[in-house]
């Protein structure tokens, strides 16, 4: 591959010095002279760092297509588009009818253990003393409520913080890749060879890109999206199993 030279052009055509393209990915200069003069290889995390960095597919960007470094990805019309604003429903529908991350299965299990620990102190209160026993059903009944309300409170908590960002997201399907901005940030272009999976849900197609964060696409306003991804990605009816690290 001679992502070396690559490398160089995609810089100079950003108008980009190597302190600047180092900060950017958070590595030293020396690294980039080393990788611009074929001295050393990056890592995949700083290839795909630094396709997103150029805003070119990671084919691209090492040389295994032959579209032109100097083509423009906004010349295609995309296939499907999809723009959304974060609000109460949205969040919750897509972040919380399911138990997506480690912190939520945490707090699941956390739920269960003060509901197991409940009943048995409530099946031992009846062979204790008096005393005894209404200091363990005064436990009983705190660990349910806790239990109750630990994950509504995480809900709450967080959907509030989501909304005070009052993120919008735009989505746009191509052909070979799709282009992913959430409010003003940058731009991020994702060629479909480095998503894992997409499950079809009730309300949301969930994308998974490797080495990256989850992509939710609303399904009530593209029916025929499914179909467009499935020809492109493997579709999966549920996660596939230890996958958390990807969150």
Same mark, same amino acid.
């Given at each position: 591959?001679?992502?070396?030279?690559?490398?160089? !052009? &995609?810089?100079?055509?950003? +108008?980009?010095?190597?302190?600047?393209?180092? =900060?950017?990915?958070?590595?030293?200069?020396?690294?980039?002279?080393?990788?611009?003069?074929?001295?050393?290889?990056?890592?995949?995390?700083?290839?795909?760092?630094?396709?997103?960095? &150029?805003?070119?597919?990671?084919?691209?960007?090492?040389?295994?297509?032959?579209?032109?470094?100097?083509?423009?990805?906004?010349?295609?019309?995309?296939?499907?588009?999809? =723009?959304?604003?974060?609000?109460?429903?949205?969040?919750?529908?897509?972040?919380?009818?399911?138990?997506?991350?480690?912190? !939520?299965?945490?707090?699941?299990?956390?739920?269960?253990?003060?509901?197991?620990?409940?009943?048995?102190?409530?099946?031992?209160?009846?062979?204790?003393?008096?005393?005894?026993?209404?200091?363990?059903?005064?436990?009983?009944?705190?660990?349910? *409520?806790?239990?109750?309300?630990?994950?509504?409170?995480?809900?709450? =908590?967080? *959907?509030?913080?989501?909304?005070?960002?009052?993120?919008?997201?735009?989505?746009?399907?191509?052909?070979?890749?799709?282009?992913?901005?959430?409010?003003? +940030?940058?731009?991020?272009?994702?060629?479909?060879?480095?998503?894992?999976?997409?499950?079809?849900?009730?309300?949301?197609?969930?994308?998974?890109?490797?080495?990256?964060?989850?992509?939710?696409?609303?399904?009530?306003?593209?029916? !025929?999206?499914?179909?467009?991804?499935?020809?492109?990605?493997?579709?999966?009816?549920?996660?596939?199993?230890?996958? &958390?690290?990807?969150?």
């Amino acid at each position: 591959m001679d992502y070396w030279s690559r490398l160089y !052009e &995609f810089r100079k055509q950003k +108008a980009m010095s190597q302190e600047e393209v180092s =900060t950017g990915l958070g590595v030293s200069r020396q690294s980039i002279s080393l990788w611009e003069t074929n001295q050393a290889s990056p890592s995949m995390d700083n290839l795909i760092a630094l396709a997103k960095l &150029f805003k070119v597919s990671l084919d691209v960007l090492v040389g295994l297509d032959n579209i032109s470094i100097k083509s423009n990805i906004h010349n295609d019309k995309p296939e499907y588009k999809i =723009t959304y604003e974060e609000n109460k429903s949205t969040v919750y529908r897509r972040d919380y009818a399911y138990i997506n991350t480690t912190n !939520e299965l945490l707090l699941l299990s956390i739920t269960v253990f003060l509901y197991l620990m409940a009943l048995l102190l409530m099946i031992r209160a009846p062979k204790l003393n008096l005393d005894v026993a209404r200091i363990v059903m005064v436990i009983s009944f705190s660990s349910i *409520i806790v239990g109750t309300l630990i994950y509504p409170l995480h809900v709450y =908590t967080n *959907i509030k913080k989501k909304l005070s960002n009052k993120n919008q997201y735009k989505i746009q399907f191509y052909k070979s890749h799709l282009i992913y901005t959430i409010s003003n +940030a940058q731009e991020e272009m994702i060629d479909y060879k480095l998503i894992n999976y997409y499950i079809d849900k009730k309300d949301y197609i969930v994308i998974y890109v490797i080495r990256g964060n989850r992509i939710y696409v609303p399904k009530h306003d593209i029916l !025929e999206l499914d179909n467009f991804l499935s020809d492109r990605i493997e579709r999966r009816t549920r996660k596939k199993p230890l996958d &958390f690290y990807k969150m």
